[in-house]
């Protein structure tokens, strides 16, 4: 596939001037450290990622954005208006998240390198969230999973939602509801993309050598719409820079679902063209 030509040679020739979003710190997630400063450039993180403990978690620079395409999937049903963002992920290997689950449909893509993704179903989601922020030595609160939420409580460490669990070195005497949960594993090697649904819990550990990945938010619409559905046509799905981007569905309770309005107010949907909502100038080098 055209994506292996993303070599760390070929980003810095081509693409080394361009503007990446976080760089985080850390090979092993924690949700406790902060960005690391001054790789604004993509040449800047190139040259030093290799010798550091970081990795690039950005939105895809817009120069780049016409070498990558959407699955062709997501041409049918709805779902290209309902696009959320993208992310650019590369590290030297070795890296480790946090288990947490999205409130978003995930495709993540693997352009190089391999990731092994664990998944629990949100079946478990009950009593994985029972007790939030209540989990610690004896004499121990009710959580037996290490779930932290710090929207919940602004003193718990780091941000969002996730278990505070050592991935490495599972304690299943501190947190022994993990000896009840099935779960899943699958394992991603460059070329092949994976779909995690809205709600699945998962957790990613990248193989020993460098890793590019691509990774796409977006929602389900509330209706499919078959009309949307063409014959296949040559070429893939369209280009990132055909497509604008940041749907955001209306609050609530339910599951998240794209929609084309909220109490009666018309919410913004994202579209692509292939007319021109390009932002690069460089030729199609990518699919996904």
Not at 39 to 58: E, G, K, M, P, W
Not at 108 to 120: D, E, I, P, S
Not at 231 to 252: A, K, L, V
Request: hydrophobic residues 35%; charged residues 25%; glycine residues 10%.
């Amino acid at each position: 596939m055209a994506a292996m030509s993303w070599t760390d040679e070929d980003l810095l020739a081509r693409h080394g001037r361009a503007r990446v979003g976080e760089v985080e710190i850390g090979l092993k997630e924690t949700r406790q450290h902060g960005p690391a400063p001054g790789f604004q450039r993509l040449a800047t993180f190139l040259q030093a990622y290799n010798q550091s403990d970081i990795h690039l978690v950005s939105p895809i620079p817009s120069r780049m954005l016409r070498e990558v395409r959407l699955l062709s999937f997501l041409r049918c049903g709805g779902f290209l208006n309902f696009l959320g963002t993208h992310k650019l992920w590369i590290g030297r290997g070795g890296s480790r998240s946090v288990v947490h689950r999205d409130d978003a449909e995930n495709v993540n893509c693997a352009l190089a390198g391999r990731k092994r993704f664990a998944l629990v179903h949100p079946r478990w989601r009950a009593k994985l969230e029972a007790h939030p922020n209540s989990a610690g030595p004896p004499p121990r609160g009710p959580d037996r999973f290490g779930f932290i939420d710090a929207r919940l409580d602004p003193q718990q460490p780091g941000y969002g939602a996730y278990f505070q669990l050592d991935v490495d070195a599972m304690d299943l005497i501190r947190y022994p509801g993990w000896r009840e949960v099935d779960w899943y594993q699958a394992d991603l090697e460059a070329g092949d993309c994976i779909y995690i649904p809205h709600g699945w819990y998962h957790q990613v550990r990248a193989g020993p050598s460098r890793t590019v990945n691509v990774m796409v938010w977006y929602w389900r619409p509330e209706r499919f719409e078959a009309s949307t559905c063409t014959p296949r046509q040559p070429g893939g799905g369209p280009r990132f820079s055909d497509c604008s981007w940041g749907y955001m569905p209306p609050p609530g309770n339910g599951p998240p679902r794209g929609v084309v309005q909220h109490e009666g107010v018309g919410l913004r949907l994202t579209k692509c063209s292939r007319a021109g909502l390009h932002l690069a100038r460089w030729p199609v080098r990518t699919e996904l």
